[in-house]
């Protein structure tokens, strides 16, 4: 069974730093493009930075100059280093990854969520 697991969220203090990992596992033949998104209460699921299979990367404008997306293709994972955190990066954050299984079969895949909170 193919997943993707995020880790690293917590609680932490306006101006502090947290790395979200995702770790992709099983049967898995390659991975292409990555991202992160967020999602606050009451506010829809939008993309906070994405890197293609190439490293190429894009950020959503409220998170540059203060997040780095990263991946390392040969453990399967993918990072994301939050610096300067604002109490409006509040949020559940989930990774996705477009991946190809071991059959062939393409698609999107989604983590359940790790929970970031800044607040003082």
């Known amino acids: 069974q193919v997943q993707l697991v995020e880790s690293g969220g917590g609680l932490v203090q306006p101006g502090g730093s947290l790395r979200l990992s995702c770790a992709a596992s099983g049967s898995i033949f390659s991975i292409g493009a990555m991202g992160w998104y967020r999602q606050a209460p009451g506010k829809q699921r939008e993309v906070v930075a994405v890197?293609?299979?190439?490293?190429?990367?894009n950020y959503a404008d409220s998170v540059k100059g203060r997040f780095t997306i990263s991946r390392v293709d040969d453990k399967n994972t993918m990072y994301l280093q939050m610096n300067s955190l604002k109490p409006e990066d509040t949020a559940v954050y989930y990774c996705n990854a477009m991946m190809t299984i071991k059959s062939g079969y393409t698609r999107d895949y989604w983590g359940q969520g790790t929970q970031v909170t800044v607040s003082s």
């Open positions: 890197i293609t299979s190439g490293g190429s990367t």
